[in-house]
């Protein structure tokens, strides 16, 4: 075991999977010399080398397209993203190269785009998205959110071994925030598979990112007032792991869909589809949606505060559920 | 070569009049008086090279060694198709052929075809990449990032453009303010060469060089191929807006007629055969035709096999691909 910070996590995921693989490679801005925005690469140009390690010029759709090229090759590419909002400038390439080209032509596209998503940090509106939901909607693509160290690291592995595209959000406000004992050596978190983060009866929060310490914080709060909540951190968004949110809906029978993004359109509107299908039968009271309104991500710190949903309001729902 | 240009021109007229007829659904795009682009740079290509043909480069699909058959089975849907139903018209990729598939958004494929190049130089294999677009594909931002990151990292590749002089209805003065697509090349520091698209001599040794160059680490060339669209943009436009002179001006340069003329003036072929080989093109063509209409179309029930490789155990294209763990 080693304490590891979730950036840690990640750049000790990629590097073993680096040393095992000599297919598998970087492509970014900045990612050499420099170490990355915010460093996950740092120390890995003087280890691995230019080779492996590739500065790109500044042309998202030119460092996507090839590493698409080069995973339908049968290397191993891992895109970084400065920040995850730019993924705009080459929708095209993921969502219409990458994520068809298994089913048109049997061309498999092993490839990880990571990079950084999400607010609180005043990032502004161009610094700040969670812009998951384009590429869960888009068949082909898999879309991963790890929340803890634990996971930022057996997550990556696992989509570095991954047969096809995967997207691999993480959220910047936890890359120095949170720290934990991870195991030292190689393990692997498998796609598809949620995480119970808290246990409890009586609602449950669904939800990702760095909305399951929102979700954690407001559990202990309602621990006390004798409201036991149950955090579900789904960790991959595609492929959804469904059981497990359909488990924790029977056992509770009221249920909290929390996101960062925003509302309109957000995966909480799937997930309650989903459990309006398949668990009707189980709910005592209405689901209920938590997200960011429906507007930019802003700058000024009172306005990304009240844009960000909080523990607050993960507290009055619950509260309001259970007296339903 | 003067096989597979009229291999590619007699297969389009096939493919039109079953599109004509009904069989054949969807866009279909002709690359008629177009045949010596692809035909004499594909021909260079050695079995680990790649290429990336576009929608008017039908002879790069067949110098690779795509069977006619399969090429109309693909145009009819059926399931020997190399998408097995899931693609049409050009759309057609096959990894043993070492045949990238380039996508409908124009250009998209040249950041890709970057790519291939890429695991070349990163494999250290001595192999190039051909990659083909049109002059209305030189607009887009794919593309300029794509010729700039090539030249940047000397990749093994040569871009080749089709000037057909339109782009759909669009001329090629409405696509650019530059005289020729070879005018861009200065931008990304790259060398560029500009060629008689319809002499598939010229073709062949401009990309022959190019070739040569890329093999031995110098980087990327750009060549521009002159030439012109002998039919509308796909097989329902019937271009009014090109003037007719136009037409009847290159029609007098078929690149096909050129070669025959070429072939038999230096005693290669006579009149007598080349005769025999167009009869023998016409009869391959009805026998893949017939193959290719046997083919099954394919079952509902595969509708979603090959979203995710956990799905696609049953496409037989998962075998041919060079990418582990597929
Ligand atoms: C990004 C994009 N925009 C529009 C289209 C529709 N479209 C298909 S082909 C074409 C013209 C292509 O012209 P050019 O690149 O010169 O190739 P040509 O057809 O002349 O060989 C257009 C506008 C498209 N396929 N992709």
Redesign the pocket.
């Known amino acids: 075991m080693a304490e590891r910070t979730y950036l840690e996590a990640i750049r000790e995921g990629i590097w073993e999977e680096m040393e095992r693989d000599g297919d598998v490679f970087l492509l970014g801005e900045d990612i050499g010399a420099y170490g990355g925005a915010f460093k996950v690469t740092a120390g890995m140009l003087e280890h691995f080398g230019e080779r492996r390690i590739i500065d790109t010029p500044l042309a998202e759709n030119a460092f996507l397209g090839a590493a698409i090229g080069a995973a339908i090759m049968g290397l191993r590419p891992i895109v970084e993203l400065q920040f995850a909002d730019f993924i705009t400038t080459a929708y095209d390439q993921i969502v219409n190269y990458a994520a068809k080209a298994r089913y048109r032509w049997g061309a498999g596209v092993p490839m990880v785009i990571r990079g950084p998503s999400g607010g609180g940090v005043h990032g502004g509106p161009f610094h700040s998205n969670n812009p998951e939901m384009p590429f869960v909607h888009t068949p082909g693509l898999k879309v991963v959110v790890p929340a803890s160290a634990y996971d930022a690291k057996g997550l990556i592995k696992a989509a570095i071994r991954d047969p096809d595209p995967v997207l691999y959000f993480e959220h910047k406000l936890l890359y120095r925030r949170i720290k934990e004992e991870i195991p030292a050596g190689d393990y692997v978190v498998p796609l598809g598979q949620a995480r119970i983060a808290r246990v409890g009866r009586d609602v449950s929060v669904i939800t990702y990112g760095a909305m399951v310490f929102v979700a954690l914080e407001a559990a202990e709060v309602l621990a006390k007032e004798g409201i036991e909540a149950e955090v579900i951190d789904l960790r991959c968004l595609v492929p959804l792991d469904e059981e497990a949110v359909l488990a924790s809906v029977r056992k509770t029978s009221r249920v909290i869909l929390l996101h960062e993004d925003t509302m309109q359109g957000g995966f909480a509107g799937e997930l309650a589809g989903r459990i309006a299908e398949k668990a009707f039968e189980s709910l005592d009271a209405p689901l209920m949606r938590i997200a960011s309104p429906d507007c930019p991500v802003p700058f000024s710190a009172p306005l990304e505060e009240a844009f960000l949903p909080n523990a607050k309001d993960v507290i009055e729902a619950a509260r309001s559920l259970k007296a339903y | 070569m003067l096989y597979s240009m009229k291999m590619m021109r007699e297969m389009e007229h096939r493919i039109e009049k079953l599109y004509r007829q009904g069989k054949i659904v969807g866009g279909v ?1 002709f690359g008629r008086g177009q045949e010596a682009i692809s035909t004499g740079s594909a021909i260079l290509t050695e079995a680990e090279d790649a290429v990336c043909p ?3 480069d039908l002879a790069a699909f067949l110098i690779r060694g795509m069977e006619p058959w399969v090429i109309f089975a693909h145009y009819l849907g059926r399931r020997d198709g190399p998408t097995r139903g899931r693609d049409g018209n050009t759309h057609m990729g096959s990894l043993k052929h070492r045949i990238i598939s380039y996508i ?4 998209a494929i040249v950041p890709v075809a970057n790519g291939v190049a890429f695991s070349f130089q990163y494999r250290k294999q001595p192999n190039v990449v051909l990659c083909y ?5 030189t607009s ?1 931002g794919e593309w300029h990032e794509a010729m700039n990151y090539g030249a940047v990292f000397k990749l093994p590749i040569v871009y080749l453009c ?1 000037n ?1 002089k ?3 209805s669009t001329p090629t003065q409405r696509q650019m303010a530059v005289a020729h697509i070879t005018d861009r090349a200065s931008g990304y520091g790259m060398p560029c060469r500009r060629v008689d698209g319809n002499d598939v001599l010229a073709v062949y040794e401009a990309t022959q060089e190019a070739i040569l160059q890329a093999r031995s680490g110098g980087g990327p060339t750009l060549i521009e191929c002159e030439t012109f ?1 002998m039919s509308g ?1 796909s097989a329902h436009d019937g271009a009014e807006y090109v003037p007719k002179e136009l037409f009847e001006e290159w029609a007098g340069k078929c690149p096909i007629a050129r070669f025959e003329k070429v072939l038999r003036e230096r005693g290669l072929l006579t009149a007598e055969e080349i005769a025999r080989m167009y009869e023998r093109i016409a009869e391959e063509i009805e026998q893949a035709v017939q193959r290719a209409e046997e083919s099954p179309f394919p079952d509902a029930g595969e509708l979603l096999d090959g979203v995710f490789a956990d799905s696609q155990a049953k496409n037989p294209q998962a075998a041919a691909s060079p990418a582990k763990g597929n």
Do not use: I, V
């Not at chain 2, 677009?133 to 594909?137: C, E, H, L, S, V």
């Open positions: 795009f576009c929608h008017r409908s958004s124009m250009a677009f049109g002059d209305g594909a887009r089709n057909n339109y782009a759909y669209r943009h």
